[in-house]
C-alpha cells in the first residue's frame, strides 16, 4: 500500500521561491509516474508536474513551464517541486500522487495515490 506525506508548503510573497517535498512509501517496480497536483477553492484539480519513474522523463502544465522543477531524490522515494518565481496565482492546496496505471500523467484519473496536501499561500 503506497503512503504519501507532503511538506514544505507555507506562506510567502510574490517572487520568492519554495521547495515541496513529498516522501513516499510502498512503491514497487509496478509505480508509473510521480505527481504533483493542485487545487485552488472552487476550483478543478490540476496536474503541475508529472515524472516518469521508469525513465525520468518529466512534463509541466504550461504556466509552471520554466518556473517549476520537479525531481526525485536519490533514492526515489521522495519526488520534490522546486517552485520559484511564485504568483499569488499559485496559491492552492498541492498534492502529491503515485500511479500504478499507464496514461496522461498531468491527469488525475491516473493516479491511485494521494498525499493529504500542502498548503502554499503566494501574497
Known amino acids: 500500500h503506497v503512503q504519501l506525506v507532503e511538506s514544505g508548503g507555507g506562506s510567502v510573497q510574490a517572487g520568492y521561491s519554495l521547495r515541496l517535498s513529498c516522501a513516499a512509501s510502498g512503491l514497487t517496480a509496478s509505480n508509473t509516474y510521480m505527481a504533483w497536483f493542485r487545487q485552488a477553492p472552487g476550483r478543478e484539480r490540476e496536474g503541475v508536474s508529472c515524472?516518469?519513474?521508469?525513465?525520468?522523463?518529466?512534463s509541466y502544465a504550461d504556466s509552471m513551464k520554466g518556473r517549476f522543477t520537479i525531481s526525485l531524490g536519490n533514492s526515489k522515494t521522495t519526488v520534490y517541486l522546486q517552485m520559484n518565481s511564485l504568483k499569488p496565482e499559485d496559491t492552492a492546496m498541492y498534492y502529491c500522487a503515485a500511479s500504478s496505471k499507464y496514461g496522461n500523467c498531468r491527469e488525475v484519473r491516473t493516479y491511485d495515490y494521494w498525499g493529504q496536501g500542502t498548503q502554499v499561500t503566494v501574497s
Open positions: 515524472i516518469d519513474l521508469r525513465y525520468g522523463y518529466t
